[in-house]
Nanobody
Framework: QVQLEESGGGLVQAGGSLRLSCAGY?????????MAWFRQAVGKEREFVAV???????DVADSVKGRFTISRDNAKNTVYLQMNNLNAEDAATYYC?????????????????WGQGTQVTVSS
């Protein structure tokens, strides 16, 4: 079974920070070359947030550029999303996903497995 478990979500005031974690099995991290974060708010489409590639490169969505950072710790089989200066538009359920190289990293359909999500709520 491919298992991805997100954690770290919760309630935060606007301007605050959260760090999300996505933990998986060692085999999962070694098998899939790209790991990404997506988010989906109620009534909105699932949107790309950030991606980390096995070669070390990363990309983040324009909407979170300068505020969010994706990183991974292979020794802990975990990928992180550091979120700073949160605002109301960041409120959503955040999902981590893994996939193989070759697809469009910003397209959720490119990913093979997903976690169950962790909710981020931002209060003003």
């Amino acid at each position: 079974q491919v298992q991805l478990e997100e954690s770290g979500g919760g309630l935060v005031q606007a301007g605050g920070s959260l760090r999300l974690s996505c933990a998986g099995y060692r085999r999962t991290f070694s098998t899939y070359s790209i790991m990404a974060w997506f988010r989906q708010a109620v009534g909105k489409e699932r949107e790309f947030v950030a991606v980390s590639r096995s070669g070390g490169s990363t990309d983040v969505a324009d909407s979170v550029k300068g505020r969010f950072t994706i990183s991974r710790d292979n020794a802990k089989n975990t990928v992180y999303l550091q979120m700073n200066n949160l605002n109301a538009e960041d409120a959503a359920t955040y999902y981590c996903a893994v996939g193989y190289s070759g697809g469009s990293y910003h397209n959720w359909r490119s990913y093979s497995f997903w976690g169950q999500g962790t909710q981020v709520t931002v209060s003003s």
